[in-house]
């Protein structure tokens, strides 16, 4: 899907419970505005999703969660995602997130970027991004939660553009 010149938002106008956007295999989703969804791949395991130069509401929460797995992905171009997640559901492998904003404002309690503890990853590069804080109060989640083998986290660049609550955590593991 290319929203391109079309000034297509995808968004729920009513946002309750889990709204999903699932993107199949051997699909891109591009130059897009988003508000109010959550884009997964359709799982479990799809090969070749791309998530490109799409801009993300900073109103509302819009994420990317990788919950059921994963292999060849990108994720590269976006601007102001509200959060990115890889379950430990299933295996994801052969991925790359980079050139990407996320902008970490903490609607709905969620950690900015987490890999989660168990999570089956292998061959991540997570490079070039730039992770940016507005959060002012004292908050459980994450800003930066990774783990998992074979994890490349290199040249990205973390901002607090708000004074952090000292309770605010971060950690590479």
Not at 81 to 97: D, E, K, L, P, R
Not at 140 to 162: E, K, W
């Amino acid at each position: 899907m290319d929203c391109h010149n079309s000034g297509a938002t995808l968004t729920q106008t009513n946002p309750t419970g889990d709204s999903l956007f699932y993107l199949p295999e051997n699909s891109t989703l591009q130059n897009c505005n988003i508000g109010n969804l959550h884009i997964a791949p359709a799982g479990p395991h799809p090969d070749n999703v791309r998530i490109l130069n799409n801009n993300f509401s900073t109103t509302a929460t819009s994420t990317i969660r990788f919950y059921y797995g994963a292999h060849d992905f990108l994720i590269e171009g976006n601007t102001n995602i509200n959060g990115f997640s890889i379950g430990s559901v299933a295996a994801n492998t052969s991925g790359i997130i980079r050139n990407n904003t996320f902008y970490f404002h903490n609607i709905g309690n969620n950690d900015l970027f987490s890999i989660e503890a168990g999570a089956e990853v292998d061959h991540l590069v997570v490079a070039s991004n730039t992770f940016e804080s507005h959060v002012t109060t004292d908050v459980s989640p994450f800003l930066i939660f990774i783990t998992g083998d074979s994890t490349s986290f290199v040249t990205n660049t973390v901002r607090f553009l708000a004074t952090p609550h000292s309770n605010l955590r971060y950690a590479l593991i």
